[in-house]
């Protein structure tokens, strides 16, 4: 709910600023006219001029008070970009007929104009702006050719003549602006989406270097990282239970039904596996026909459950499209206390599982003693 706050205050701002460039566009056409008063190569403002004056601090202050109370947010345009592209050229082209032979001074602030769509409006609508602007000047030196108020026909000639080049350039500009925007989008979409596909590879690196490719579970490597950082974690009052499976007589399965069948084996266990656990269990390959098995938060009693759980289940599976029967397994079984030490308790799982092998196999065999449990 924050970040969309923020990024709309953050859009508001730039677009305050943009209109405080705006404004200060107005700015230094006041002091250009009020410099060619002083040199007095200016009338003083009459009336007329002077209602014009007023009606654009009017339309200008309308603008302020729409950016300043956020009123602009609620329009598909919050910059308000070609209304105020509307008023400026408007403005602009009524007050040329105020300055007579100094018009042409005026025909530098089409460029802010026009420049403030350049970056944003597209092509189309730019060029309506700028042939609103030409016909804007154009009518001026006509109204004032037929009240005989156009002293100089050929330096009108070549304002308008001017002014078209301007407009003109403006355009060009702005359509190998777009193309290069265009292109610099296009640049950005493909690295974006070729960083995507190198996201997807390094995750699919990182599943293989961290999954054991027959059975789909965990590795070796990846459950001892597991490991470590749980016991990392670990408070004074926690225990985890840890334990190693080793499934019985695998050569021998190996030997009788071929190593394709030992394989549906270990594939049949992990499944096995996955379905006896909880979520957050960790069960891994940790090599051969051994496996070894994390339940955090589990105490002697809910690991010996567990344990045997899966060892029944085990028991009563059969792999698919095998001729293999009386599956076991034999698990060693020790708790993992904070002060614990993995390689330790790893040793403690393991001589337990030693142990369930000389009693037979098929059973689960625990060492409590050495972790206090």
Known sequence: MIKPIVRRSRQQYLLLKKFGMALTSYCLLGAVTSLAIQLKLLAPPSAEYRWVLALIVVSQGVFAGLFLSSAN???RDPSLLQPQMLVAIISLTVLLPFFAQLRGCLLVFY????????????????MGYALLAFAGYLMVMLHQALNHRLHDPALALLQLFALAALLFWLCLFASHTQKMRKRMHQRRYAMQAQQHTLRGMMRE???LAATDELTGLYNRRHFLHIAKRELHGMTANQQHGLALLDLDLFKRINDVYGHAAGDQVLQTFANVALACL?????????GGEEFVLLLPNADAEQLSKCCERLRLA???????????VNLSVSIGMTLLGQD?????ALHRADLALYQAKREGRNRCIATWQDADA
């Open 278 to 286: 909880r979520d957050g269990d960790v069960v891994a390959r940790y």
């Open 340 to 344: 614990d030490d993995l390689e330790a």
């Open 73 to 75: 947010l609620r329009f």
């Open 205 to 207: 690196l990182e599943d």
């Open 314 to 324: 085990f028991s009563c599976s059969q792999p698919l499209e095998s001729q293999v």
């Open 111 to 126: 460029v802010p104009i026009m420049l403030f769509g350049v970056f944003k409006l597209s092509l189309k609508v730019l």
